[in-house]
């Protein structure tokens, strides 16, 4: 990536790499301690492990979600941690098993090179491998969609900022 005059190459918070005039830096420290200050109205409802009341959720929400909780309140908010307790340890497991012998992996293999080639982890073996077991995955859980271009951009995305 080409550094524009006057400008700093960086990392934004998920890894992708973004030019910052002097400016845009300044603003980006106010917000890395406003991200910090928040997590202390958050810590009284990660300790127990439980949202806060609507009410409370919706303003500390509006305030910002600190980075290093959105994993977290993205499962909960969701229902995502919910349905993960429900259906057992095994289940993705056992869908990327199942995964393995998806019809549509010959299509998910060609598309994944080309899945933000310049992100660090996504050019990986690791989050490449990631990606596939994912997307194998949903295509064999969900037949009536199995898999379908773009779908590869949505779940990379996923993976990325929910530090997967």
């Known amino acids: 990536m080409a550094v524009a005059e006057g400008s700093e190459l960086a990392s934004d918070l998920y890894g992708f790499q973004i030019n910052l005039t002097v400016q845009q830096q300044a603003i980006r420290l106010q917000c890395d301690g406003a991200s910090k200050r928040n997590e202390g109205l958050w810590l009284p409802y990660v300790e127990k492990l439980q ?12 305030k910002g979600v600190p980075p290093t909780l959105r994993s977290w309140v993205w499962m909960e908010v969701s229902g995502a941690a919910a349905k993960k307790a ?26 994944i090179p080309h899945t933000f080639p310049s992100h660090p982890w996504l050019h990986e073996s690791d989050g490449q491998a990631a990606l596939r077991r994912v997307l194998a995955a949903y295509s064999v859980h969900n037949e009536n969609v199995g898999y379908c271009r773009s779908m590869n951009q949505i779940v990379a995305v996923l993976l990325v900022a929910l530090n997967r």
């Open 51 to 62: 949202l806060p009341p609507a009410n409370k959720l919706k303003e500390l929400v509006r």
């Open 86 to 111: 429900a259906v057992g340890s095994n289940y993705f497991s056992n869908m990327a098993l199942a995964g393995d012998k998806s019809p549509f992996l010959k299509h998910i293999d060609k598309d």
